[in-house]
């Protein structure tokens, strides 16, 4: 049986073919089965909004699921699922916070001087791994290192309708 990484690089141009990006993939027991669960979004976003579709998540099942029952790299049975990562999300590898650029975060640090910022993630820098985030004005440039937690967050449109309050 492949390891997490040997079926990454296998499913990984699968999606990437269809314009998906792999944020995250386990193997692991639910109860009595096996679940191979894959989680996926568009690599091209105009806006936080424009994630993956239910057809572009069927369309990724069966290329994926073909490619496995040809590759056959899971012993025994086991169950496919491949999901959205949601509008809101934790941010827990650095590929997620590749993906998550344009979008609006909420990361915080480690140690003593632990520091909460929420902003915009305009990019991410390889070496050495730095998240830069527009918060106000400002940019903040943050060591991937010291990030504790990250996630996204989803900023609702105003409607200038409000709801009538129920007592």
């Known amino acids: 049986m492949l390891s997490v990484d040997g079926l990454e690089q296998l499913i990984e141009p699968v999606l990437n073919q269809m314009g998906l990006g792999l944020h995250f993939i386990e193997l692991k027991h639910e109860g009595k089965d096996l679940v191979l669960r894959i989680v996926t979004d ?80 305009i990019r991410v820098e390889d070496e050495p791994k730095r998240l830069i985030l527009r918060v106000d004005a400002d940019e903040q440039i943050i060591d991937y290192l010291q990030v504790k937690s990250a996630k996204t967050v989803f900023v609702w449109p105003k409607s200038g309708k409000t709801a009538p309050m129920k007592r």
Do not use: C, F
């Not at 049975?77 to 909420?106: F, K, N």
């Open 42 to 121: 568009r690599v091209e976003k105009r806006s936080p909004e424009d994630g993956v579709s239910l057809e572009e998540l069927e369309r990724a099942n069966r290329e994926v699921g073909a490619m496995l029952d040809l590759e056959d790299p899971i012993e025994g049975r086991y169950r496919l699922t491949i999901e959205s990562p949601g509008i809101e999300r934790d941010l827990s590898t650095w590929r997620q916070m590749g993906y998550a650029v344009g979008e609006r975060v909420h990361v915080v640090t480690r140690g003593d001087d632990a520091t909460v910022y929420e902003g915009t993630l």
